[in-house]
């Protein structure tokens, strides 16, 4: 057998791996093959035939699915030849018949692999002189998935999905011939921890998402690259926006890190973000709130931890961090603490407990591996929550800075920081633990900033403002180094690129990255003796 064989693909050879479909062989040459079957991380049918091309493997021209043939030796392969355009034509005219090309009012418009096909392979009009078969339009499949079933071609990626990825087996093809249609198993809903990827690779408008749906064209949505921080994974994402609203989150192929997927519960978390938004500073006072200028509740902040220390000392100061603030935001406010003589204390979401072997991590924090990469190499002590709690007790914190709303803290903490003389906060929405705050400062939230995450493998990704903001609010790191300044320590970060090189100067797992020159997909971070990572 030929380890390596070597085949022509419109005249041009290539060698590739044994093994190796035509489909990726042709791909290696630059020459794409049209399919709708096929998923790079399903396996592959080849039910839709739309990859057909004419091979001659020794026995004279055939016409081949080129996502299940294997590459051969000598094979001669044209993907351009009239037997293969003939093909490709039929195939779309089968798969168009009964095909409802609603368009205008599909959700997929713009986005789908029929319509590229379509104009790029075909662009013939319909000969059916017959009424189509009709079939359910709106199907509710699950919480959060809708099935129209007209636009199905049965391609059976979110059936392969189901058996092979999730392995929950909720769908299946029903009924025979033009009435097939996909259904949940009796009983069922798709309703598993990743139901939104069936969406994600239906190549048509067949699957949408129940919360996108009718939300927006896609072709007015703004794009932008992002990372999810939900859980330790740090699955990497786009981001949709349109008018400066969120519209939608969905998995950006990464092989390191998420492959082609992403949960639902990391895609559709934005939504939580959209209301409590801190705009302005909030200032309590004895049962009476009113709002501060953004900069003012900075000042009032920087002030407020000058008195501390002034009266009672650098210890007599709690901060409270977030294992899901980006590296720089931690960075900046473990340099702060060392320099102010600050105690810290690292908070965060709940850990829930549940993980799978595919993407979720039991750690809802996104940057835990980061911050402790950081706090290990700048050699800043720190304590739990539970520290905290005793400082209090023990009457050793006078003022606590929290920062973020979102910390899963257990009853008898909350109460005690319902004790200390001067609570502040430095967080982007309203969460019950902030009631206790005399002062707040309003900061960005994480869709509205850039910096980087590590994830729990050692991964850094860097993630990208989405939307606009409010320019007189800051980000977490620039809002804590005017906080500094304004009370009278000295900390000049005013650009992140500038924060990321003095971390890299100083933690060793970062030396040598450059925050603008860091690659979309990210990198691994060189493995060091000791990560203290969770
Ligand atoms: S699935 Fe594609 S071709 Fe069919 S109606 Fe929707 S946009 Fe049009
Ligand atoms: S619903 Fe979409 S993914 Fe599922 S078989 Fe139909 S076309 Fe394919
Ligand atoms: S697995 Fe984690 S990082 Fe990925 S989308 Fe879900 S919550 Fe976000
Ligand atoms: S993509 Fe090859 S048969 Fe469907």
């Known amino acids: 057998m030929i380890s390596m064989p070597t085949l022509k693909i419109n005249d041009q050879e290539v060698t590739v791996e044994q093994g190796t479909t035509v489909l990726k062989a042709a791909a290696e040459t630059g020459v794409e093959i049209p399919t709708f079957c096929y998923h790079p991380g399903l396996s592959a049918p080849a039910n839709c035939r739309m990859c057909l091309v004419e091979i001659d493997g020794g026995r004279g021209p055939q016409l081949m699915p080129a996502c299940y043939t294997q590459a051969g030796e000598g094979m001669d392969v044209k993907t351009d030849s009239p037997t293969t355009k003939d093909a490709q034509k039929s195939v779309l005219e089968f798969i168009l018949l009964n095909h409802p090309v609603d368009c205008p009012i599909c959700d997929q418009a713009g986005e789908c692999t029929l319509q590229d096909h379509y104009f790029d392979y075909s662009a013939q009009p319909s000969r059916l002189r017959h009424t189509k078969v009709h079939k359910p339009k709106v199907k509710v499949l699950g919480p959060n998935i809708v099935l129209d079933a007209e636009r199905c071609i049965l391609c059976t990626r979110c059936v392969r999905f189901c058996d092979e990825v999730t392995e929950t087996h909720e769908l299946r093809v029903t009924q025979r011939g033009d009435h097939s249609e996909i ?9 598993n921890k990743y139901s939104l990827c069936t969406a994600d690779i239906c190549p048509v408008g067949a699957l949408t998402s129940r919360g996108f749906r009718f939300k927006a064209r896609v072709w007015n ?16 994402t786009f981001v949709d926006t349109l008018r400066n609203d969120v519209k939608r989150v969905s998995p950006r192929t990464n092989e390191e890190v998420n492959s082609w997927w992403a949960c639902d519960e990391g895609r559709t978390a934005f939504k939580k973000y959209q209301e409590g938004r801190y705009l302005k500073g909030v200032i309590s006072h004895e049962g009476t709130t009113n709002e501060l200028a953004p900069s003012d509740s ?6 407020q931890l000058s008195q501390t220390v002034e009266a009672h000392g650098g210890e007599a100061v709690g901060i409270l961090i977030h294992p899901s603030w980006s590296n720089e935001d931690i960075f900046v406010a473990a340099q702060f603490a060392m320099e102010a003589g600050f105690s810290l204390y690292v908070g965060g979401r709940a850990t829930d407990g549940y993980e799978d072997n595919i993407l979720i991590r039991g750690d809802k924090n996104a940057n835990r591996y980061g911050m402790n990469l950081i706090l290990e190499a700048m050699g800043v002590k720190h304590g739990g929550v539970d520290s905290l709690a005793a400082a209090i007790e023990a009457g050793t914190i006078r003022t606590l800075l929290i920062l973020d709303g ?19 906060a430095l967080a982007a929405w309203q969460t019950p633990i902030l009631d206790a705050a005399h ?4 900061t960005r939230l994480v869709y509205e900033r850039g910096g980087t ?6 991964h850094i990704q860097r993630f990208h403002k989405t939307q606009m903001h409010d320019v007189n609010i800051l980000s977490p790191w620039h809002a804590l180094s005017t906080i500094a300044r304004a009370g009278g320590w000295d900390m000049q970060y005013d650009r992140i690129s500038d924060v990321f090189a003095g971390m890299a100067e100083m933690v060793p797992r970062f030396a040598g990255l450059a925050y603008q020159e860091l690659p979309d997909d990210g990198v691994t971070t060189v493995q060091a003796a000791s990560t203290g990572a969770v």
């Open 183 to 191: 259904t949940t198993f009796p009983g069922l809903d798709l309703d």
């Open 221 to 236: 949505n703004k794009r932008t690259k992002s990372v999810c921080d939900q859980c330790a994974r740090n699955c990497s």
């Open 298 to 303: 900075y000042h009032r902040l920087g002030s």
């Open 406 to 424: 979102e910390h899963a803290l257990p009853e008898s903490v909350i109460t005690s920081i319902g004790q200390v003389e001067k609570v502040i």
């Open 439 to 442: 002062v707040i400062a309003p």
């Open 453 to 458: 995450f590590v994830n729990f493998e050692g």
